[in-house]
DNA sequence: GTCTATATTAAGATAGAC
DNA sequence: GTCTATCTTAATATAGAC
């Protein structure tokens, strides 16, 4: 479905490389309307019509963060095993995307304020990639319920409550850093083991009855 | 605090909450910076100069939508009864919050772009109001949990993980519809059942042990 | 590949008539 | 209170020299 990599020269990588770079960090403050291709350029270290010998214009580069983005985002969700226990599954799950919450958190502010905005450039793969992803693991999970191995719980609901918790450190950072006032510190690893308790207590089965 | 109301017409009352209704729509969208004076006029069924007339700049219509936001959005955790059974009273507020993200989605999403900006506008109040009101009630929280009456899990960290769930299904609603492909359908029936179920399960206290 | 200079449009805001 | 006209700056993008 993409094109073939295009043959580039070292400088011609390594300023590709800038521009993604300074713009993800623009876009996912900012948005696309907010963001200035001023802003990027400065933030790569390039003059703007520099930027754009490399990219046709300011919604190129947004186009190809976004493409990156969706397949990395939603490998921890491929790493769900049908054959695993499906209690650990979860909780490696939660664990596995609080992790990407943290590693790469521009990335998680670019992808919400494209929801935010009602997805108009993403819209075509979250029907296509995204709902077929959520719709299969979301029936792994419901069997694994059936079979009485989990909590009887919605199963797409269950997974869009781990986006938004985990997503939640990334997106809304300003805000949990000011709540927790401790403005130093590191806040992932009371996360890690609030959500690790959260999931582990609601996601064990009901105990069979006699 | 505040300013005493300014006494104003009908008209003047009119207009103004055309522009301010109008403003919402836009700017819950497209972020301050995103977001241009020429949509919020049409949106509102106003000239430009004339919406100026009321307002003297974009930024003081935005900051009057942040300034009221803030009370209205903490309303449902101002409700978490000290007096009440635990359970039902950190239920109760779920039940709250998710409501508000149902019929405020706009509201959230303003917040949610100011937050994901870095709060640039919003600091101040975050650190006072904000901060005073989560740590009295995460106080609460873990009185209950030392009482046995609650599972005993990170206050703090339960606070977050109920204003992300909720405020996800505002926030995130283009994403939640088209993920569960049915795209007249409302979700949140469903979502309310399930995070009740969800913090039920993971809030119910440890058996009291032999 | 990179730069300066600039064309073109959009956006925030104001002047002044009515 | 509302409008048309307009000022000013910012923003996307291009031309063309080096």
């Known amino acids: 479905m993409s094109a073939p990599a295009p043959r580039r020269t070292r400088i011609q990588k ?8 300074a713009a993800l960090e623009v876009f996912s403050r900012q948005g696309f309307r907010g963001a200035t291709l001023d802003q990027i350029a400065e933030a790569a270290g390039l003059s703007k019509p520099n930027m754009l010998y490399y990219f046709p214009s300011k919604e190129a580069i947004h ?4 493409e990156g ?19 650990p599954e979860l909780c490696g799950y939660v664990r596995r995307k609080l992790q990407m ?5 521009r990335e998680s ?10 997805a108009p450039r ?6 296509t990639d ?28 269950l997974i869009f409550s781990i986006w938004a ?5 990334a997106d809304f950072a300003a805000q949990v850093e000011l709540v927790l006032g401790e403005e130093g510190r590191d806040p992932f690893p009371a996360a890690a083991a609030f959500l690790d308790a959260l999931y582990a207590r609601a996601l064990a089965p009901d105990r069979a009855q006699g």
Chains 1, 2 share one sequence.
């Open 14 to 21: 390594r300023n590709r490389a800038l521009i993604l770079d």
């Open 63 to 66: 186009a190809e963060l976004l």
């Open 69 to 87: 983005l969706l397949d990395t985002w939603l490998d921890p969700l491929r790493g769900l095993d049908p054959a695993g226990e499906p209690l």
């Open 101 to 105: 919450a943290r590693d790469f958190p």
């Open 109 to 118: 502010r670019l992808f919400a304020n494209e929801i935010l905005q009602g």
């Open 122 to 127: 993403i819209d075509g793969l979250l029907r």
């Open 130 to 157: 995204l709902k077929a992803l959520v719709d299969e693991k979301a029936a792994l999970i419901a069997r694994w319920a059936g079979e009485g191995r989990l909590a009887p719980l919605d199963p797409h609901h």
């Open 165 to 169: 918790t985990t997503q939640h450190y």
